[in-house]
C-alpha cells in the first residue's frame, strides 16, 4: 500500500480530531515519507486506502494537549502511550543525536 517508501520505522494508532468529522488511522512513518492510513471502522488495524503522504522531513510534533498531533491541515488524536514514538520519530530526524543508542543493532 506504501510502494517503494523504504523501511517502516514507526507506526501509531490515531482518530480524527478536527470537528467535521472522526476516522480511524494509522500513522506510518518510514525512511522517506509520513503516511496516514484509513482504517475500517470497526476493525482499525486494518489499512483500506493511504489518506494523505507528507515528506520524511514534516514534523509530527508539538504534541498538544489531549494527545494531539497536527499534518497539514488534519488534527490526529492518539493515545498517551504513544507520545513516545511520536517525540521518537521527530528525534530520528530533527535532533538524531537525542536518540539512546540502538540496543539490538544485530536484528
Not at 480530531?17 to 512513518?29: E, N, S
Amino acid at each position: 500500500m506504501l510502494g517503494d517508501q523504504g523501511e517502516i520505522h514507526y507506526v501509531f494508532p490515531a482518530l480524527s480530531a478536527d470537528p467535521a468529522g472522526t476516522g480511524h488511522f494509522l500513522i506510518v512513518v518510514t525512511d522517506a515519507s509520513i503516511a496516514v492510513l484509513a482504517t475500517r471502522t470497526l476493525r482499525s488495524d486494518r489499512p483500506v486506502s493511504v489518506f494523505a503522504e507528507f515528506s520524511r522531513h514534516t514534523r509530527l510534533g508539538p504534541i498538544l494537549p489531549g494527545p494531539i498531533i497536527r499534518l497539514g491541515s488534519m488534527a490526529f488524536e492518539f493515545d498517551e502511550e504513544y507520545v513516545a514514538v511520536v517525540s521518537a520519530a521527530d528525534a530520528e530526524i530533527f535532533a538524531p543525536e537525542t536518540l539512546p543508542p540502538d540496543p539490538f543493532l544485530d536484528l
